[in-house]
């Protein structure tokens, strides 16, 4: 949860909560969520899960309960972090129920990690990093640079 934390901005949110329980509205059953976005102003909301399945994309059954525990939970959405991905029916259920996909690299860490949302791409680095093409970088504090190797 630290790394979207970090970017919760860029996600629509205040902030980024860890693990903690909610109460279903509809059912009144108690649901322990991997984490939790606040939107902003307080204003709801968002389930976040992490798969790190690493042979296979995440299915509809899995993005079904994801589904179910929004609606039950009166959430505005949900965010679903994984390495692969979404298959086809999982890739559906997340679009109508408004659940967005970051795609994280398996191996990352609070110091090295790389994942993309909304066609942009985060990279933390703590070893040296060579760069071939042009890329933007993007602070923390939202300050932009462009940087150009020497060629």
């Known amino acids: 949860m630290y790394l979207l934390d970090q970017v919760a901005a860029k996600l629509d949110l205040d902030r980024v909560e860890d693990k ?11 649901w322990e969520i991997e984490g939790k976005g606040v939107k ?3 204003e709801g909301f968002v389930i976040i899960e992490c798969r790190r399945y690493t042979t296979s994309k995440l299915k509809q059954e899995a993005m079904g309960g994801l589904a179910y525990r929004i609606i039950d ?6 965010i679903i972090v994984s390495p692969l991905g979404l298959q086809e029916g999982a890739a559906k259920v997340a679009e109508a129920e408004n659940i967005r ?8 860490t609070r110091t ?11 990279v933390g680095v703590s ?8 890329v933007t970088i993007t602070r923390a504090d939202g300050t932009q640079e462009m940087y150009t190797p020497d060629g």
């Open 20 to 30: 903690q329980k909610v109460i279903g509205e509809r059912s009144g059953t108690e």
């Open 40 to 42: 902003v102003g307080d």
């Open 73 to 78: 939970t009166g959430a505005a959405g949900g």
């Open 101 to 108: 996909t970051v795609h994280m690299d398996e191996n990352s």
């Open 112 to 122: 090295d990690y790389m994942f993309n949302f909304l066609n942009e791409v985060f």
């Open 127 to 134: 070893d040296t990093v060579r760069v071939t093409e042009t």
